[in-house]
């Protein structure tokens, strides 16, 4: 299957008061169409910059990251928020949701972001909603909703427009281990039959129970790729 992400070489380095931190240093790795991969390592291993970089939202000191073959050094920063909006979705730890919008609303505002609101694309929103078992939930407020809905919330508003990638920055870390697992699971779901690429970043490893591969982060390097399903389960199983 094809690459959706690919990245070369990529380090990120941070100046401040005449000092260097190296966030990330020399990552090359990539992501298949219909792969789920899970970013682990400890708190300062690089993945949530790394992470940024892939959302274009933090260019790289180094190297090169290409997105659905785009290069997002070669994307001039106007057109570059159009690509976000297009070819990437997000799912991260405090939601976002906009609170004076429905659950169904919040779903199609990327939708209207994106000027692809039509009549198929509220249904696809509310088809996703009731897949992810919020159908008697979609005329509620966000501040109505339990953690684990608004999490569920936020999978379907990342996947709705249909984007290339889609990234999660520990989704899980406010969620109770059961309905953790079903918000990984669910998420895990969605990006193999729509042939995303994604990524979640999680300290917990025990969340990788779904993925297809595991990258080790340390000291701003991937130090390993697991995808064997064995070595992945003994891995979690350390945890």
Known sequence: MENIIEANSVSKIYRMDGTSV????DVTFSVRAGEFVGLVGPSGSGK?????????LLDPSGGQICINDH???????KDRV????????FTFQANNLIPYLTVLENVEFMLRLN???TKENHERARELLVRLGMEDRINVLPRQLSGGERQRVSIARS???????VLADEPTASLDSERAYQVVKIFADLIHEQNKAGIMVTHDLRMCKYVDKIFQMKDGQIVSAISDRQAIESLMACA
């Open 71 to 77: 290069d997002l050094k070669q994307i001039h920063e």
């Open 82 to 89: 159009l690509f976000r909006r297009k070819e990437i979705g």
């Open 115 to 117: 000027k692809q609101y």
């Open 22 to 25: 190296q966030a990330v240093n």
């Open 48 to 56: 949530t910059t790394l992470l940024a970089m892939l959302a274009a």
């Open 159 to 165: 996947v709705v427009h249909n984007p290339s990638v």
